[in-house]
């Protein structure tokens, strides 16, 4: 599965983080910095990308969790 620098980075961390909750502050602030003003929609579209690359079913994500209200989660 070939993913981007960002797509890369963003796993990594819930991988490392495998069953907690990281917020969506946490995450936007760990992989693009914490200098960075951008639209925070873009973890949500980096998180789309990774479930289509990597879940079996994307619509149904197993491993790729989103913790409404608070941010996404890595179940193994």
């Known amino acids: 599965v070939h993913?981007?620098?960002?797509?890369?980075?963003?796993?990594?961390?819930?991988?490392?983080n495998?069953?907690?909750?990281?917020?969506?502050?946490t995450l936007?602030?760990?992989?693009?910095g914490?200098?960075?003003f951008g639209d925070t929609r873009t973890l949500d579209v980096h998180i789309k990308?990774?479930?289509?690359?990597?879940?079996?079913?994307p619509h149904n994500?197993?491993?790729l969790r989103t913790i409404r209200g608070l941010g996404y989660k890595f179940v193994a």
């Open 3 to 16: 993913l981007t620098r960002k797509e890369f980075e963003l796993l990594e961390l819930l991988m490392e």
């Open 18 to 25: 495998t069953g907690r909750v990281l917020q969506r502050e």
């Open 28 to 32: 936007i602030d760990q992989v693009w």
């Open 34 to 36: 914490t200098d960075y």
């Open 49 to 57: 990308r990774l479930r289509a690359k990597c879940e079996p079913d």
């Open 61 to 63: 994500p197993q491993h």
